[in-house]
């Protein structure tokens, strides 16, 4: 069994900044592509940045050049960066991950974390 327990949200002012990490445990072998989603009240789950195990990494256009995504293997915790918070990116953050074990890889989902940005 995998759990996956993200931290760093909170309330911020716009312009500010939070780093979000999301810590793996359990029966790991080796972890695939990380991402982070967000859901915004009344709207649907969206794919925010994804990190695959070489380190290359994608984002959500509305994110680009503000939230950077990073991984430490070692330690099986990724990390959302956010800069320049606008009050568009209130949501609950989720972290997903790809995790394997010996015989099998499935996708695990944290609980979320509550980000929310005033203006």
């Known amino acids: 069994q995998v759990q996956l327990l993200e931290s760093g949200g909170g309330l911020v002012q716009t312009g500010g900044s939070l780093r979000l990490s999301c810590a793996a445990s359990?029966?790991?072998?080796?972890?695939?592509?990380m991402a982070w989603y967000r859901q915004a009240p009344g709207k649907q789950r969206e794919l925010v940045a994804t990190i695959t195990n070489g380190g290359t990494t994608n984002y959500a256009d509305s994110v680009k050049g503000r939230f950077t995504i990073s991984r430490d293997n070692a330690k099986n915790t990724m990390y959302l960066q956010m800069n320049s918070l606008k009050p568009g990116d209130t949501a609950v953050y989720y972290c997903?991950?790809?995790?394997?074990?010996?015989?099998?890889?499935?996708?695990?989902w944290g609980r979320g974390t509550q980000v929310t940005v005033s203006s």
């Open positions: 359990g029966n790991i072998f080796r972890i695939n592509t």
């Open positions: 997903n991950q790809d995790v394997c074990n010996l015989r099998t890889c499935n996708i695990y």
